[in-house]
């Protein structure tokens, strides 16, 4: 059974940093892209960044470009999003999801891309 449970959440300043983690168990970690996701009430989930099982391809959206660094520990299973600079509009639980397919040669920041979840993490920015 496949498990993914974030941490790291918590309210902040605008301009504050917060590092999210994403531990994972169930599944051969290494062998799966990964990928940040975050959502607002009312809105759909929106794609934050996502990287391939081998790191050579990642991405991130326009709105975080800069200022979120999704990165892993393979020997810790655990997944990572660093945001530096944050804004009001950052405000969102965030999940981390797992791709369907092992060793993908690419990643998407389209929800269909991804099979397994987690319960989310909330981050809330003040101004």
């Known amino acids: 059974q496949v498990q993914m449970v974030e941490s790291g959440g918590g309210l902040v300043q605008a301009g504050g940093s917060l590092r999210l983690s994403c531990q994972v168990s169930?599944?051969?970690?290494?062998?799966?892209?990964m990928a940040w996701f975050r959502q607002v009430p009312g809105k759909e989930r929106e794609g934050v960044s996502c990287?391939?099982?081998?790191?050579?391809?990642?991405i991130y959206s326009d709105s975080v470009k800069g200022r979120f660094t999704i990165s892993r520990d393979n020997a810790k299973n655990t997944l990572y999003l660093e945001m530096n600079n944050l804004r009001p509009e950052d405000t969102a639980t965030y999940y981390c999801a797992a791709e369907r397919m092992a060793k993908a040669v690419e990643c998407d920041l389209n929800q269909q891309w991804f099979r397994y979840w987690g319960q989310g993490t909330e981050v809330t920015v003040s101004s």
């Open positions: 169930g599944l051969t970690f290494d062998w799966y892209g």
């Open positions: 990287f391939t099982w081998n790191g050579r391809s990642t």
